[in-house]
């Protein structure tokens, strides 16, 4: 059984905060074996990759045959039916035309001391992406990773997945083909993570590597990281749905599932103003586990983490789900705009009872990598930003580094830097000796 | 001595591979200390604060002792003289004009489908600022973290700064009460971020933390990230000057010997076309090393990991200069601007001669937290962005989601997330009941 929570419940905050507060995530203690993986892939190169490609997926490859050719990937994406490639088209150009206008702008000028000052975006030389393979194997993430990396202006995108038994989805390489990736490796866990991060003879090294994975990758990419930047570590996906009585209760329902039945440890939250509705949207999920293909996934994740939260007013539901910072919030009330307006809080937001979540993880555009586990709060999803750099830039005229030049001198000699304060004051010297 | 490298020389790529791969941090083994420091304050909040105060700094307060009252921020403020305090005022007014230009703007629009698309950008609601006590406190870096934080609208900045024997920088005070800091704490080290990340009795937790710290405060905010937002660890610092003959060497000198001074583990190189440029160079350094304050430290710096690398021409220059992704970059040749155009990976460019590095540090404009460690080949200095998060929003009307929703509907059956595509389908068949 799901939580059902009252806000009005003498208990409801200690309720609330055990909501919160909920760990979700498996975290086998896998890293130590990710260090000495990563370790193996610095000393033997390829010759460790292939070999623990052989370990893990099964899969006997030699040095040559760790990149998918030209022709393989042709191959593949001709099994890919004319009606699949179709939809991964749309979403790549939606995706495309959402990030592109994602792109931030230079900027210099000159202030009243003279002073030039500014900024210039580049992009990341060089990025890997990696995608998961066997169950969890999702083209739509190949999209959202690679598209926003090919509008910042990445030079080299090189895509890892791994292909255990040699099974390989070509709907990935599909979307990859769609994307730009530029390279495709036949490997995956720590191995792939630490063969980008540090390079092999096949393998040239990344700058910044992305994408979702298992325990082993995300050990994997916290330990490269500083070497390589990475994006976030994500944790299991959430859903909170703030919907009032005018909905369909099965509509809700779906939508909540959509969270649930991505992982066990998955959360889906409704909050609303009507326990009546809430109870209807409760009956819908459950007659919907009764023959949902994931039942399996979703229905230990509704039971073990759902919550339907009933407040006194859509008011209440604000300041909860601020205090929620949700990965995905859908927002099903009679003013869905307004509603939308007071968050602080959250991901992304979906408006309106005809914006199912749904949409924005395939083809509504804005990125589906985005932050979980309350991180809201502080950081944000993939976007183009995550492939650019910023290089600030400051050019003084002689009159301007005679204008603000004591400043920066006393702060220097404040701060007992005694060489800073000289690099300015010997060009003032020179200047005032004329 | 420096190493000195000429890019002709057979054995160069050896030499120049060493240099970039020269380890230069100082990691003591601390993470079990800071992992056993974070729980004592997790489990006993002000208390263990207390203890772990009076144990590293030698300070014994009580829980109302901890945070600076408006009186003694008042007091200390008092002590510092008028030329400082316009120095600070000077700096804070310029870093806060420069960030503003940063701040991003929000967007939504509707597409030719009819879905209306688009983000919104909101502050972090409150962040802690970390502010090193001892030697290296720099009243500059309160300005350089806490100007961007309120310029981003931050609504509550708490400050920490250890305070050993209870020893108080006023200037520190002052930058603090100029960049309108809300709360400050003398209190510092892995306890310091410990309390800023779960918060105590006496202090609210917060949503990011930003600073430079020691080994202990390093290792504290890489294992509280994920709970809050952290910014960049930084390594020590490092300059690469371009410049060509006709420099005055003893300039060129002073810039690279105010990175010598910051750590014994910083690194200042200089490329220049000219050998015999180089040497003089070498030679004013030495020259100055006989009487510099903190010769001590600028000293070993030098030699342990300084260079001077002579190459043939300025486009080799940009080559090497990229492959180092210096923090600073400093251009003192005939067209500076074109040469600064021709960079990919720096932190920051400092743009002809007239421009040293020490302008950067304190009154410039641009932020002078930087990526160090070659970490400006995926990342940027610190800006209003780290004070920022984007939510992205979607709205669909019912013909939008009957334009888009069966491509999602196609992808969600592919991926075998079959709720993700019935709660597309159950809203387009409503739609088409009429």
Request: with cysteine; proline share 5%.
């Amino acid at each position: 059984m799901p939580q059902f929570l009252e806000i009005s419940d003498s208990n409801f905050e200690t309720a609330f905060q055990a909501l919160l507060g909920a760990k979700r995530e498996d975290s086998p203690d896998v890293d130590a074996v990710v260090a000495d993986i990563i370790a193996d892939v610095r000393a033997r190169g390829d010759a460790a990759v292939l070999d623990l490609t052989a370990k893990f997926d099964r899969l006997h490859l030699d040095a040559d045959g760790l990149r998918f050719t030209s022709v393989e990937i042709e191959d593949y994406c001709a099994q890919v039916s004319d009606e699949d490639r179709a939809a991964l088209e749309l979403a790549a150009t939606r995706i495309r035309d959402y990030h592109l206008r994602q792109m931030p702008e230079d900027a210099f000028w000159t202030d009243d001391a003279g002073a030039s000052l500014g900024w210039r975006w580049t992009p990341v030389s060089a990025a890997g992406l990696y995608v998961p393979g066997g169950i969890a194997t999702y083209p739509s993430s190949v999209l959202m990773n690679a598209v926003p990396a090919k509008v910042a202006g990445v030079g080299r995108l090189a895509m890892v997945v791994p292909t255990p038994d040699g099974a390989v989805n070509p709907l990935v390489l599909m979307a990859a083909r769609i994307a730009g990736v530029d390279e495709i490796y036949r490997i995956g866990g720590a191995q792939a993570v630490a063969a980008l991060a540090y390079g092999t003879e096949t393998i040239a090294p990344v700058d910044k590597i992305t994408g979702p994975g298992n325990a082993y990758v995300a050990a994997a990419k916290r330990r490269v990281f500083g070497k390589v930047g990475i994006d976030m570590i994500a944790g299991p996906s959430e859903i909170l749905v703030i919907a009032d009585k005018d909905n369909d209760p099965d509509w809700i329902a779906l939508d909540l599932l959509s969270q649930a039945e991505h992982d066990e440890n998955a959360q889906s939250i409704l909050i609303t103003d009507d326990a009546a509705f809430g109870q209807a949207v409760a009956s819908a999920i459950e007659a919907r586990l009764l023959t949902l293909e994931r039942r399996a996934v979703a229905g230990p994740s509704w039971r073990d983490y759902g919550a339907i939260i009933t407040v006194k007013d859509m008011a209440q539901a604000v300041v909860l789900s601020d205090r929620i910072a949700p990965e995905h919030l859908e927002i099903c009330v009679a003013d869905a705009d307004s509603l939308a307006d007071q968050i602080t809080h959250a991901g992304a937001i979906f408006i309106g009872a005809w914006t199912p979540e749904a949409i924005g993880d395939y083809v509504g555009g804005p990125n589906h990598v985005l932050p979980t586990a309350r991180s809201a709060r502080f950081s944000s999803g993939l976007s183009v930003m995550d492939f650019l750099k910023r290089t600030t830039l400051a050019k003084m005229t002689p009159d301007a580094l005679a204008a603000i030049g004591p400043a920066a001198e006393r702060l220097a000699i404040s701060e007992s830097l005694q060489a800073h304060g000289l690099s300015v004051r010997a060009r003032i010297d020179k200047l005032n000796r004329g």
